[in-house]
Every structure is written in structure tokens, then in C-alpha cells.
């Protein structure tokens, strides 16, 4: 897992990659919506529930920021950006 916090303007920007073969990349713009799992094939118990990056993205949008995601090479990367305060 690679883990990144970097200033970009007045943003600060978190990106976190970690290693995954087999995704299929079609499925990346659902992974925000609630209750979505990529392999429907878990159960429960091992799978999760499918509300944790609908939860990120709805925590990062009331900061007024963004959430993406991506997959390159086999890694899958979530990156954050949230506006600094200007405290």
C-alpha cells in the first residue's frame, strides 16, 4: 500500500494505491454507490456491506471536496482533496 498527503494550491490531496489484479475496471464509477460490491459472489461476512466509500465520498462532499478513483497497471488508487482551512 502507497500512501501520499500532498498540498496542491489550497487543497490538501490524499492518495492512497494498493496492488489489485482481476478488477474489472468498467465497474469503478459504481464503487461510491451505497450498497455496491464489485463481486456480488461474497457473502456478507467476508465481503463487507458495500456503504464504506459511499460514506467517504458523502463525509468528503459536505468538506466540499472530491473523491476519484482509478486503475492503472494494477494498482487501484483512491485520491482525496479536500479545501484547507483558512484558519
Given at each position: 500500500?502507497?500512501?501520499m ?31 455496491y ?16 466509500l459511499s ?7 459536505r ?12 494498482i ?12
Open positions: 500500500m502507497q500512501f498527503l500532498v498540498r496542491r494550491g489550497k487543497n490538501a490531496v490524499i492518495r492512497i494505491s494498493n496492488p489489485c489484479s482481476g478488477l474489472d475496471a468498467s465497474q469503478l464509477p459504481h464503487y461510491f454507490d451505497r450498497f460490491r464489485a463481486d456480488s459472489s461474497c457473502a456478507r461476512a467476508t465481503g463487507g456491506t458495500g456503504i464504506g460514506t467517504a465520498k458523502a463525509i468528503v462532499t468538506h466540499h471536496g472530491y473523491i476519484t478513483n482509478d486503475y492503472r497497471q494494477g487501484i488508487s483512491f485520491t482525496v482533496s479536500l479545501p484547507q482551512s483558512s484558519q
